[in-house]
Protein backbone atom coordinates (compact mmCIF):
# COMPACT_ATOMS: atom_id res chain seq x y z
CA UNK A 1 0.00 0.00 0.00
CA UNK A 2 0.88 3.47 -0.59
CA UNK A 3 1.78 5.50 2.24
CA UNK A 4 2.99 8.89 1.16
CA UNK A 5 1.04 10.75 -0.76
CA UNK A 6 3.07 14.21 -1.48
CA UNK A 7 5.17 16.36 0.10
CA UNK A 8 4.54 20.42 0.35
CA UNK A 9 6.49 23.07 1.63
CA UNK A 10 5.22 25.01 4.54
CA UNK A 11 7.69 28.26 4.95
CA UNK A 12 8.79 28.41 1.37
CA UNK A 13 11.02 25.39 0.91
CA UNK A 14 12.34 24.39 -2.48
CA UNK A 15 11.44 21.09 -2.06
CA UNK A 16 13.71 20.10 -5.07
CA UNK A 17 16.78 21.42 -3.54
CA UNK A 18 16.88 21.43 0.24
CA UNK A 19 20.17 22.38 1.77
CA UNK A 20 22.16 19.73 3.75
CA UNK A 21 25.19 19.51 5.33
CA UNK A 22 26.74 16.47 3.90
CA UNK A 23 24.76 14.47 1.10
CA UNK A 24 25.47 11.14 2.57
CA UNK A 25 24.17 11.19 5.80
CA UNK A 26 21.51 13.37 4.59
CA UNK A 27 20.84 10.42 1.97
CA UNK A 28 21.21 7.92 5.00
CA UNK A 29 18.58 9.51 7.16
CA UNK A 30 15.64 9.58 4.53
CA UNK A 31 16.60 6.08 3.49
CA UNK A 32 17.16 4.12 6.68
CA UNK A 33 14.71 6.04 8.96
CA UNK A 34 12.06 7.29 6.33
CA UNK A 35 11.72 5.09 3.86
CA UNK A 36 12.72 6.73 0.72
CA UNK A 37 14.75 5.16 -2.38
CA UNK A 38 17.47 6.83 -4.11
CA UNK A 39 16.85 8.12 -7.61
CA UNK A 40 19.90 9.79 -8.62
CA UNK A 41 23.02 11.16 -6.30
CA UNK A 42 26.24 12.52 -6.99
CA UNK A 43 28.44 14.02 -4.34
CA UNK A 44 26.75 17.53 -4.41
CA UNK A 45 22.80 16.61 -4.98
CA UNK A 46 20.53 14.01 -4.67
CA UNK A 47 16.88 13.05 -5.64
CA UNK A 48 14.88 11.01 -3.28
CA UNK A 49 11.14 9.14 -3.50
CA UNK A 50 8.66 7.22 -1.24
CA UNK A 51 5.37 6.41 -3.32
CA UNK A 52 4.35 10.16 -4.83
CA UNK A 53 6.61 11.53 -2.28
CA UNK A 54 9.95 13.47 -4.18
CA UNK A 55 13.00 15.76 -2.71
CA UNK A 56 15.95 16.98 -3.71
CA UNK A 57 18.92 17.49 -1.20
CA UNK A 58 21.83 19.73 -2.35
CA UNK A 59 25.08 19.36 -0.36
CA UNK A 60 25.70 23.45 1.27
CA UNK A 61 28.53 22.75 3.84
CA UNK A 62 27.40 26.50 5.41
CA UNK A 63 23.55 25.04 6.24
CA UNK A 64 22.51 25.83 9.55
CA UNK A 65 20.46 23.64 10.86
CA UNK A 66 18.77 26.16 13.59
CA UNK A 67 17.19 27.99 10.15
CA UNK A 68 16.23 25.10 8.31
CA UNK A 69 12.62 25.23 7.45
CA UNK A 70 10.05 22.90 7.54
CA UNK A 71 7.36 20.69 4.98
CA UNK A 72 4.25 18.38 5.00
CA UNK A 73 4.19 15.13 4.11
CA UNK A 74 0.58 13.83 3.27
CA UNK A 75 -0.02 10.08 4.03
CA UNK A 76 -2.26 7.56 3.78
CA UNK A 77 -2.48 6.53 7.28
CA UNK A 78 -1.18 7.95 10.28
CA UNK A 79 -1.11 6.07 12.97
CA UNK A 80 0.79 3.26 10.92
CA UNK A 81 3.38 6.10 10.09
CA UNK A 82 3.71 6.99 13.38
CA UNK A 83 3.84 3.66 14.53
CA UNK A 84 6.77 2.71 11.60
CA UNK A 85 8.72 5.94 12.93
CA UNK A 86 8.01 4.84 16.55
CA UNK A 87 10.91 3.39 18.68
CA UNK A 88 13.64 4.77 16.49
CA UNK A 89 15.19 7.26 18.92
CA UNK A 90 13.32 10.30 17.01
CA UNK A 91 12.05 13.57 18.54
CA UNK A 92 8.34 12.62 17.71
CA UNK A 93 5.61 14.62 18.71
CA UNK A 94 2.14 12.95 19.43
CA UNK A 95 -0.87 12.95 17.45
CA UNK A 96 -3.21 16.28 17.45
CA UNK A 97 -6.12 17.97 15.27
CA UNK A 98 -4.75 21.09 13.40
CA UNK A 99 -6.96 23.33 11.22
CA UNK A 100 -5.60 24.59 7.61
CA UNK A 101 -7.59 26.84 5.36
CA UNK A 102 -10.95 25.29 7.06
CA UNK A 103 -10.10 21.60 7.03
CA UNK A 104 -9.27 19.99 9.73
CA UNK A 105 -6.00 17.12 9.86
CA UNK A 106 -4.36 14.89 12.04
CA UNK A 107 -0.90 15.48 12.22
CA UNK A 108 2.36 14.60 14.31
CA UNK A 109 5.73 15.92 13.71
CA UNK A 110 9.01 15.02 13.70
CA UNK A 111 12.49 17.06 14.04
CA UNK A 112 15.50 15.75 12.39
CA UNK A 113 18.48 17.13 14.18
CA UNK A 114 21.48 17.28 11.83
CA UNK A 115 20.25 19.49 9.09
CA UNK A 116 17.36 20.71 11.78
CA UNK A 117 14.09 19.96 9.18
CA UNK A 118 11.00 19.91 10.94
CA UNK A 119 8.58 16.89 9.30
CA UNK A 120 4.56 17.46 9.46
CA UNK A 121 2.88 14.28 8.96
CA UNK A 122 0.02 14.93 8.08
CA UNK A 123 -3.71 12.95 6.89
CA UNK A 124 -7.43 14.36 6.86
CA UNK A 125 -9.64 14.26 9.22
CA UNK A 126 -12.57 12.09 7.69
CA UNK A 127 -15.88 13.70 7.83
CA UNK A 128 -18.88 11.98 8.73
Same mark, same amino acid.
Given at each position: ?????GV?????? *???A??V?????????Y???????V $????D?????????????? $?????????? #????????A *??? #????????????????? $????????? =????? =??A?N????????? $??E?
Open positions: MKQLNYPISGE *DLSLPKAIAPAVEFRTVLGFT $VDRDAAATLQRDDARIGL $VRKPDHKPGE #AGSFAIAV *DLD #AMRAELDGRGLDLGGIR $VDEWDGKKY =RVFFL =REEGYCYCFTQP $VAG
